[in-house]
C-alpha cells in the first residue's frame, strides 16, 4: 500500500479554525478519490469529507458548510481547512485514498485502501 501522512492536528477553542493536510506517496495521486475520515472517542470511524479526481466533493451533513476539503495534484497533497470548529469535532482525523471509487461507495471506508495513521484534533468549548 502507499504511505500517506496526515499533520497539522491540535488543540483550538470552539469557533476557531485548523486546517490538515495529507502527504501521499502514490504514484499517480491524480487519478485516486481522497477522503477524510474521523475517529471520536469511543465512536466508530465516520466519514467527513471526499475530493474525487475530478474535483468533485462531498462533505459529511455535520461538517457541511464549516469544512473545506481541496487536493494539490502536482505536490500530491490533500487538505482539509475546518473552520467554526465544535467540541464534537473532537476526534482523530485520517486520511483515506482509493482508486475507482465509485460515487455510491465513497463515503465508506471499505472504499479505500490506503490510510494515514491520523492526526488528532481537539476543540475545547
Known amino acids: 500500500q502507499a504511505q500517506l501522512a496526515e499533520s497539522g492536528g491540535g488543540l483550538v477553542q470552539a469557533g476557531g479554525s485548523l486546517r490538515l493536510s495529507c502527504a501521499a506517496s502514490?504514484?499517480?495521486?491524480?487519478?485516486?478519490?481522497m477522503a477524510w475520515f474521523r475517529q471520536a472517542p469511543g465512536k466508530e470511524r465516520e466519514f467527513v469529507a471526499v475530493i474525487r479526481w475530478s474535483g468533485i466533493t462531498t462533505y459529511a451533513d455535520s461538517v457541511k458548510g464549516r469544512f473545506s476539503i481541496s487536493r494539490d495534484n502536482a505536490k500530491k497533497t490533500m487538505s482539509l481547512q475546518m473552520n467554526s470548529l465544535k467540541s464534537e469535532d473532537t476526534a482523530v482525523y485520517y486520511c483515506?485514498?482509493?482508486?475507482?471509487?465509485?460515487?455510491?461507495?465513497?463515503?465508506?471506508?471499505?472504499?479505500?485502501?490506503?490510510w494515514g495513521q491520523g492526526t488528532q484534533v481537539t476543540v475545547s468549548s
Open positions: 502514490l504514484r499517480t495521486f491524480s487519478t485516486y478519490t
Open positions: 483515506a485514498a482509493g482508486e475507482s471509487v465509485s460515487t455510491g461507495t465513497m463515503t465508506r471506508e471499505v472504499s479505500y485502501d490506503n
